[in-house]
């Protein structure tokens, strides 16, 4: 028997289903405070619940918990990379990052990833299966039972591409920005996307406050498809329009992800380009130094590459920032965790 995702459901459709039992709204209250608040992993936890809805519960509904394997912390102590187990023993991993400002969690979407990015980890075992909004959440759940403190931002970036989850995502940015359970503002949520499109109007019209972050990584059709299969679908052009429509909808400034890679796209040139590209939008780039993997050949770019790269962009007037590197030392890339320990116990 399948049995019901109940942490999927919102508090309406919980005290629906409670209601078919002949419970009142007040039990469906405190179930979903259990569930989103308290952050339970067994029924025998709600113990203001009384016994025989317990047991209901646990026979006809599944909490789609995580089962830790491995946890990874930087020696700094600013990092650590979380490797779950899901129900059906597909593996997914999540990074906690310390910040001065607060605690954020970057989650996968996915068991694995069809996008075939040439530079990321996360691609290079293929596609399982999407996550469902409870699994997505539960990846932040855990990490707040495990360390003991409150998450305030939450960054899905991990393995997998959001918007190929795109119902699952919703729920789960609903659920968790839902006042009953974390609360947690959509102004600290970001979504990463590497630009389907027409999922990017679709996302616009949730009116959602969160962050939208394209995965550009390129100045041209010709760079992006060399490192993005994607690009072949959707051509830059395409994406940015759809970008904009989103900021035109939503008011929300755009997050423009730049990936350097040395001798590939981290060319003054190429920053010129990129530069005129963005030139007038509403938007801030975030150049990443990339994490290498073992599988590629590619090299992370220099600091004087870098620092020249952005001082390109500042020089045309677009806002821009370099990612601080956290977690290089404990393989801290889409995929690597999960990747590594598949190798080891195969």
């Known amino acids: 028997m399948n049995k019901l995702d109940i942490k999927s459901l919102n508090k309406q459709e919980l005290t629906e289903y409670l209601k078919l039992n002949g419970e009142k709204p007040y039990r469906a209250s405190q179930v979903y405070e259990w569930l989103h ?24 509904t599944d909490l789609k918990n995580l089962k830790l394997i491995r946890t990874l912390t930087s020696k700094t102590g600013e990092t650590s990379k979380f490797l779950f187990q899901l129900e059906d023993d597909n593996l997914l991993e999540c990074v906690l990052m310390k910040y001065h400002h607060g605690n954020s969690v970057c989650i996968s979407s996915q068991v694995g ?30 990490v707040q039972r495990i360390t ?3 998450v305030s931002n939450v960054v899905v970036m991990g393995t997998g591409e959001p918007l190929d989850n795109y119902a699952n995502l919703v729920t789960f940015i609903k659920l968790l920005s839902d006042e009953n359970g974390l609360n947690i503002s959509q102004r600290n949520i970001t979504v ?3 630009g389907l499109a027409d999922k990017i109007r679709e996302l616009a019209e949730e009116n959602f406050q969160i962050t939208l972050a394209l995965s550009l990584h390129a100045s041209n ?7 993005m299969p994607i690009a072949n679908r959707y051509s830059i052009a395409e994406v940015l329009k759809a970008c904009d429509d ?17 001798g590939e796209n981290d060319t003054p040139d190429l920053a010129k380009e990129l530069s005129a590209l963005l030139k007038g939008k509403n938007a801030h780039v975030n150049l990443i130094p990339v994490n290498p993997i073992k599988e590629r050949d590619y090299k ?47």
């Open 37 to 60: 608040v308290k952050l339970i992993q067994d029924y025998e936890e709600m113990s203001n619940i009384p016994k025989n809805l317990r047991s209901y519960l646990a026979e006809n």
């Open 148 to 150: 003991g403190e409150r």
């Open 192 to 194: 990463s996307t590497c």
């Open 300 to 346: 992370q770019s220099q600091g004087e590459s870098i620092q020249k790269f952005k001082l390109i962009l500042e020089k045309y007037g677009i806002n821009v920032t370099i990612r601080r590197e956290m977690g290089t030392d404990i393989n801290a890339a889409c995929g690597q965790l999960r990747k590594s320990y598949m190798e080891e116990t195969s």
């Open 246 to 262: 989103y900021f035109q909808k939503t008011g929300r400034r755009m997050t423009f992800e730049y990936s350097l890679i040395a």
């Open 221 to 227: 059709d010709a760079v992006r498809k060399e490192l």
């Open 113 to 142: 990833c069809k996008m075939g990015c040439r530079f990321c980890a996360s691609t290079l075992n293929g596609f399982e299966r999407n996550l469902t909004a409870s699994e997505m959440l539960n990846q932040i759940y855990m």
